[in-house]
């Protein structure tokens, strides 16, 4: 069976909550993202410090006490929430929902996706086409693939079960507390269960349970220079 919206998520730590109603499997909600954020933006930036080197395009709504540094670009339409911190060089790229205390950091990337308060991505990051939980944490440099190098269907896999998702973009499913090491590589269509912890280097598939860590062993020769 695969987890549910309750297994991965607080859904009281997100004000967008109610995307997620009415949904079979939980990476149903990706593809409301950017009907969601169409419909609920309401373009303003009250209270919100702006670096003059910003550059921000379409319908941005930005939560009061956020902090928007030197050359980051944010293009609507997108959701921005309260006290959040956005480092240089971040690049939102439409039709992203952030929630309250986040941190995007210097050169991520962030498109299409969902993300739960608490949230930290604060180094050199793409995250596409995913749903990001409450105080997930990502390492320097770990990414979500969203598609796959062929373009076609992507099927998410359980043990033995697999569901046709219908999608060609997926990126992943990252639960609460979920921690990612540095270059973690989450393939497209994973699903991370909640307070799972990551081995910088590992590259992921499939679904994780919760309460994990995913260890990858490196075997390593030291020989001496001739």
Sequence with gaps: MFPTTEDLFNLKETQFSDIFDDINQVW??????????TDHVSAGNNGVTI???????????????????????????????ENCEFRPGAFIRGN??????????????????????????????YIGDSLVGWKAHFGGGAATSNQKSDGSEIIVK????????????LGAIIGDEVELGSNALLNPGTIIGKQTTIYPGSVIRGVIP??????VRQQQEIIEKY
Excluded: W
Aim: proline share 4%; with cysteine.
């Design 28 to 37: 149903e909600v990706v593809p409301r993202i950017s009907r969601y954020c």
């Design 210 to 215: 919760a309460n994990s860590i995913v260890k």
């Design 96 to 125: 992203v929902l952030i929630g309250n205390n986040c941190v995007i950091g210097n050169s991520t990337e962030i498109k299409n996706v969902l993300i739960f308060n608490g949230a930290h991505i604060p180094h050199f990051s």
């Design 158 to 169: 359980h043990g033995d079960d697999s569901y046709s998702t219908g999608m060609t973009k």
């Design 51 to 81: 670096h003059k080197s910003v550059v921000i395009e379409g319908d941005v709504q930005i939560g009061k006490g956020t902090v928007i540094g030197p050359n980051v670009v944010i293009v609507g339409p997108a959701i921005i929430g």
